[in-house]
């Protein structure tokens, strides 16, 4: 049983652990190995899984959200992707309720752990929060992020600007997508046919008009993301066409 919340004692990264070792699951553990593709030469590789459900894990962090940083440090530094996650969640939690501030030092604290952040699951976790409210206080991040050879940060510049679209804004998730455009990699397809969906959802004639203007560059998996909600005759038509 996990603790509703952990009192001052307690607030530790080894009381989480201790909490998600109590949770562990082998069985589960291995399917999420393969399911985030953690063998040699995956995305993921290298990374470890004890089990738990996400549930439970958000659990955990709601219990330890008051979790000092130096204690959420040593989560993000653990090899198992578990702890990593409900530092993540436990960041979020505490950007939610900081005052400006605050929520500066917790962004400072996740872009210098974001190397840390790697897999899809903990980058659409925590990206539209820690760096998307941050946006217009650097415009040169998305940028940088954007052109880095780290994959995680490529999906972390695409998916912060939700927080954007969150607040009717749409230019910004454009502008990172058509720089995402060349890439090669299936993770960031996806995540950049996401999030056109999604501003398409908002502004739907920006939408068509991007899918107009870059139709030649698009790959096939972000066409059929951010397609999704076109009417069924509509995506249709989108994916005859010849590239």
């Known amino acids: 049983m996990v603790v509703k919340k ?7 990264a080894a009381a989480v652990k201790r909490e998600v070792t109590a949770l562990r699951d082998p069985a589960r553990a291995k399917f999420l190995q393969g399911f985030f593709r953690t063998g040699a030469g995956e995305y993921g590789q290298g990374d470890k899984m004890l089990g738990l459900t996400v549930p439970d894990q958000r659990v955990i962090a709601k219990a330890f959200r008051a979790l000092p940083l130096d204690q959420t440090a040593k989560l993000l530094e653990s090899e198992f992707h578990e702890h990593r996650l409900i530092g993540l969640l436990i960041l979020v939690d505490q950007h939610a309720r900081a005052d400006e501030a605050g929520k500066l ?3 400072r604290f996740y872009l210098e752990r974001l190397g840390r952040v790697n897999n899809w699951d903990l980058v659409d976790t925590s990206a539209a929060e820690l760096v998307g409210e941050h946006l217009h206080s650097d415009g040169k991040l998305l940028g940088t992020l954007a052109k880095s050879s780290n994959l995680w940060a490529r999906r972390v510049a695409i998916v912060s600007t939700f927080a954007e679209l969150r607040a009717g804004r749409t ?8 720089l995402l455009l060349p890439d090669k990699h299936d993770r960031i ?3 950049v046919g996401w999030l056109l969906r999604e501003a398409g959802k ?3 004639q920006a939408l068509l008009a991007f899918l107009r203007m870059h139709y030649g560059q698009l790959p096939r998996t972000t066409l059929r993301y951010a397609i999704e909600r076109l009417e069924p005759l509509e995506r249709k038509a989108w994916l005859a066409r010849p590239q």
């Open 6 to 12: 952990a009192p001052k004692t307690l607030l530790t």
């Open 105 to 107: 030092v917790l962004h």
């Open 171 to 178: 230019a910004l998730t454009f502008e990172v997508a058509q």
């Open 189 to 191: 397809h996806k995540a």
């Open 202 to 204: 908002r502004d739907p």
